[in-house]
């Protein structure tokens, strides 16, 4: 896709499940992606399989080095740790595409909710902590399973994609960056303000996983 | 459906766009249904129309006298006055089926947001209403436009049922009253305490819904 031409897409926590499928997906495209972790030596192991399983370009570094190498930046971590990350990250991402997949869920033993998170969402709290960045909510509901899974080709999902209305070039750019892994389509569903629901919804795909025993995802209908 | 053999359903809101649709669709399938509103002539008169429409089974009457007379009572009013009703008729709802399908929104020059609900949700609400009912959330994200359109036959979406583990009839009869109307289905996808983000997303779809000129629905993938 003409959108994504030349760009280098980074992902954080890209040794995580739901990071490392988006990074094999996308190395699979010829999207070059970098690994970020903590740990640059296990990104650097992640990056040798995936770049091995895809034939892809695909590298690993420490998260503040990626972050600082990524032309776009992707926020695959858990959300205990997401505000201390992205405050130390503030300065290298500032000017750039940063999108949040962020899902602040509690786990007990009736299974997931939804937690209270102070500034609405983690997509607002990542925008309140990178004032510099174009802040772009994006991913939630992709089952890293299916993601991670290379006997299926094709992604049967939408992917819900929100940001601010004067931002359409970056919104534009993420839905492009949903639709380079097959099967899915990337839908424009609102303002920052409307991701909470977006990011908690991911709980309710976890009761649908536990009674359905599936890895379900969404479409969007009547587009 | 075996599941809802004799049972009589009351809408009340049943003359807004969502009551109405929802009406529309189960007299057409041949299931009893009262029109319930604040007013007992608008009722009648919306009744009328729709039993005429349908050749179905469809009376009128003031919400009190339709929660009262209903099997299984939807909910579909504004959530302005909404908890107003439900404390009114906590008394006739008692030992019933109640299905919530309140969407509390808020609108301004950017679009629909979710507000705040003190109880997490207007199905959260309406259980610590209604201390003697089974409160079930649905039937959210329908188009009304769709619904009460009759050259469209079957309704291209999913019907996500939120109640409690323990509440299974009542889950399953909601999933079989989704499923009377063509086209849906009914998904199980969680209990009350996540039915907030449910509700919520309708500020999504109609944000959806403003940029791509559409009626969106959602349908769950991998089920």
Redesign the interface.
């Given at each position: 896709m003409a959108a994504l031409d030349g760009l280098t897409v980074a992902v954080l926590g890209g040794t995580g499940p739901q990071g490392r499928g988006l990074v094999r997906r996308w190395a699979a495209a010829g999207i070059p992606v970098l690994v970020g972790s903590r740990d640059s030596g296990r990104a650097a192991e992640t990056a040798a399989e995936l770049a091995e399983a895809t034939g892809g370009d695909v590298r690993g570094l420490a998260n503040a080095d990626a972050a600082a190498a990524g032309d776009v930046v992707i926020v695959s971590v858990p959300y205990d740790g997401h505000a201390e990350l992205l405050r130390s990250l503030a300065g290298a991402l500032a000017g750039k595409v940063v999108v949040d997949c962020v899902n602040p869920l509690g786990f007990d033993q009736?299974?997931?909710?939804?937690l209270a998170v102070p500034d609405g969402s983690a997509a607002q709290e990542a925008a309140a902590l990178l004032p510099d960045s174009i802040v772009v909510a994006a991913f939630h509901h992709v089952?890293a399973v299916?993601l991670n899974d290379p006997a299926i080709p094709s992604v049967?999902?939408d992917v819900?994609v929100?940001g601010e209305?004067e931002h359409r070039d970056a919104t534009d750019l993420v839905r492009a960056l949903a639709e380079a892994i097959p099967g899915v389509r990337g839908?424009?569903?609102?303002?920052l303000?409307?991701a909470?629901?977006?990011e908690?919804?991911t709980?309710?795909?976890?009761?649908?996983n536990r009674?359905?025993k599936?890895?379900?995802?969404?479409?969007?209908?009547?587009?």
């Open positions: 009736q299974g997931a909710y939804a089952s299916i049967d999902t819900l929100l209305g839908v424009y569903a609102g303002r303000r409307n909470h629901q977006v908690a919804l709980a309710n795909l976890i009761a649908v009674r359905y599936a890895h379900a995802g969404l479409r969007v209908t009547d587009l």
